[in-house]
């Protein structure tokens, strides 16, 4: 796997606090994607990466931020946490040539109050 | 636009029976790669198969298999003899382009309950 490693693996915050989930990958993967999962919804992208110069948005960006602080490291941010930002967040780098998968992290399960 | 339907919102299955997840996609490309993952109920996803839309040749791995029908835009995935621990929820994905997989468009999932 990438060894992918997400922290906090839980949390919870308070409406409108901010919070930063932080994402970090060894295996020197360039592209790395935020992912968010809501129970029936399947997961929904948010933010993705091609490298540290390189952000995108994804389908539901709005209330989020990220920041790429080196390759290995790919940080979302939640400026004004709301309740429906409850969610199951992953992390996924992408695999290269040899493999073509996307692996995820382990997740970090986010409650908002 | 892409889209992808898993219809299956859950099924519950006994031990030993064979069953099998639907998942039929919407592309305008034509390269594209379709995935299946698992998420058991420790939250992780689990990475399965990863198959291109130029390799129509169906895949098996130990009990599970995967039929890919472009006639259909269909690509189900079939566990036989099913077993307590194949219970998850598992969704199906599609990414268009062939560089690395690009950005996943999921399913909303199925949640297989395998009960012995």
């Known amino acids: 796997d990438a060894d992918v490693t997400q922290t906090p693996r839980n949390r919870i915050t308070k409406t409108g606090k901010r919070i930063m989930l932080e994402c970090s990958q060894t295996?020197?993967?360039?592209?790395m994607y935020w992912y968010r999962q809501d129970p029936g919804l399947g997961l929904q992208l948010i933010y993705y990466s091609f490298d540290v110069k390189d952000i995108n948005k994804g389908e539901i960006s709005d209330g989020y931020s990220v920041s790429r602080q080196a390759q290995a490291k790919f940080s979302l941010s939640l400026e004004s946490a709301i309740p429906n930002q409850t969610a199951l967040y992953f992390c996924?780098?992408?695999?290269?040539?040899?493999?073509?998968?996307?692996?995820f992290g382990p997740g970090t399960r986010l409650t908002v109050t | 636009a892409q889209k992808v339907t898993q219809a299956q919102t859950e099924i519950s299955v006994v031990e030993k029976e064979d069953v099998t997840l639907d998942c039929v996609y919407e592309?305008?490309?034509?390269?594209?790669?379709l995935f299946w993952y698992k998420q058991p109920p420790s939250g992780e996803l689990v990475f399965l198969i990863r198959?291109?839309?130029?390799?129509?040749q169906n895949e098996i791995s130990g009990r599970y298999s995967w039929n890919f029908q472009k006639s259909t835009s269909s690509f189900n995935f079939t566990i036989t003899a099913s077993q307590v621990v194949d219970s998850a929820v598992y969704f199906c994905a599609l990414s268009e382009g062939m560089e690395y997989g690009n950005k996943l468009v999921f399913g909303a999932g199925t949640i297989l309950r395998v009960k012995s």
């Open positions: 592309t305008r490309d034509t390269t594209y790669y």
């Open positions: 295996k020197g993967h360039d592209r």
């Open positions: 198959r291109n839309s130029f390799d129509e």
């Open positions: 996924a780098p992408e695999g290269r040539v040899s493999s073509y998968e996307q692996y």
